[in-house]
């Protein structure tokens, strides 16, 4: 079946511009995460949902960052006022169930984001 | 705070030149630990979940283990499509136990 989709792939904007990524988990996977991964850091923790339950946020860096999740599947980031500090790969994950034995989680291939 | 430490980071291994991978952490108390493979411009991959002090899992030519401090991923005779950067995370226990805490990575290139 398909996997994790996220869109767009690329994205260059000009600072201070808002942008919104999207993340499209696999059918059925309960739990969704995104993570940021900048160049030479490690994945970055930004927000974690699980079915309707209200979202950890508390990886998100400041409130220039938002994220939601319509109907318990499509996951939208935003970023406002985009700060050349943003730029990074940003990843979605989702996995079937959230803590317990898991801890496979299923990637999407990220959206690459660069703030000029 | 829970802390993943990957060394080294980068190995440069001749093909069929086995090797080892480290991954040092810290946390209050495992739930689990997992390796993942990550491709370049991809999204990583799940390789093992590992869930106490001297269990093992293999994979191909991968081998995981797990201490009270470290786990190891031992390649042997690896082969150059086993290039890749090898991420390392934990998982704790009680709490905010559904997230992952990830170290750098380690980037492997086999040369043929």
């Known amino acids: 079946g398909a996997g994790v989709s996220q869109s767009p792939s690329n994205k260059v904007t000009e600072k201070g511009k808002d942008v919104e990524l999207r993340c499209d988990p696999i059918s059925g996977h309960t739990a969704l995460y995104w993570y940021r991964q900048s160049l030479g850091q490690g994945l970055e923790f930004l927000i974690y949902?699980?079915?309707?339950?209200?979202?950890?946020k508390s990886g998100l860096p400041s409130d220039r960052f938002s994220a939601e999740r319509t109907g318990g599947s499509v996951s939208t980031l935003t970023i406002q006022r985009t700060q050349q500090e943003d730029s990074a790969v940003y990843l979605c994950?989702?996995?079937?169930?959230?803590?317990?034995?898991?801890?496979?989680?299923?990637f999407g291939e990220g959206s690459r984001l660069t703030v000029l | 705070e829970d802390q993943v430490t990957q060394s080294p980071e980068a190995l440069r291994l001749q093909e069929g030149e086995s090797s080892s991978l480290n991954c040092s952490y810290t946390?209050?108390?495992?739930?689990?630990l997992f390796w993942y493979r990550q491709d370049p411009g991809k999204g990583p991959e799940f390789l093992f979940t590992l869930y106490s002090a001297g269990e093992e899992k293999e994979k191909e030519r991968l081998k995981a283990t797990l201490t009270k401090k470290e786990s190891f991923l031992h390649i042997t005779a690896p082969k150059p499509e086993d290039s890749a950067t090898y991420l390392c995370?934990?998982?704790?226990?009680?709490?905010?136990?559904?997230?992952?805490?990830f170290g750098k990575g380690t980037l492997l290139t086999v040369n043929p």
């Open positions: 994950a989702s996995s079937q169930r959230s803590g317990g034995n898991t801890g496979e989680l299923f």
């Open positions: 946390v209050s108390g495992l739930r689990g």
């Open positions: 995370a934990v998982q704790a226990s009680g709490g905010s136990n559904y997230k992952l805490t």
């Open positions: 949902f699980q079915g309707n339950s209200a979202p950890d």
